[in-house]
């Protein structure tokens, strides 16, 4: 089936997440005392109420998964092409794996960014930003005209 207005946009959204969390991921990897991209020195301070000591591991879980796993699933949407080891991960079988997994990237983008705020890593703009992201990802994906796009008889 061709692409519809509601495709393209969930392509443009998940892409854009997966180079917004590669940038941030990497910079918090290089950098884990978050400083590099700009957060406050006291932003360590907030750490302690969450069981890192600064942001290495969740840069890296940044990087991974609402980075590189975004990417993959851009790639899918765009292309529908079948990767063997991801669509057994797939637990929708009548859906194209990059559909089901764009779904759950919105899903797991609210509970980081609820993880964020739990730990007390203070409310921002990015946070908010981030938060409309993942449940417009989220929407977007439940729209019958990109469920159509994605459809496997």
Known sequence: MKKTFSSYLLIGLVFFLAIGAIWGGLSLVMDPSGVGIGFPPEILEQLEQSPFSNF????????????IFPMITTYGLITKRDLKWVKKLNP?????????????IGLLLILWIDMQLLFGIGFGI???????LG???????????????????
């Open 135 to 153: 449940v417009l990802i989220v929407f977007v994906a439940h729209l019958s005209s990109t469920k159509k796009v994605y459809f496997i008889p």
């Open 56 to 67: 290495l591991v969740p840069g890296l879980f940044l990087f991974l998964f609402l980075g």
């Open 126 to 132: 990015l946070h908010f930003v981030y938060s409309v």
């Open 92 to 104: 929708y079988k009548n859906r194209h794996w990059s559909w089901t997994f764009s779904y759950h």
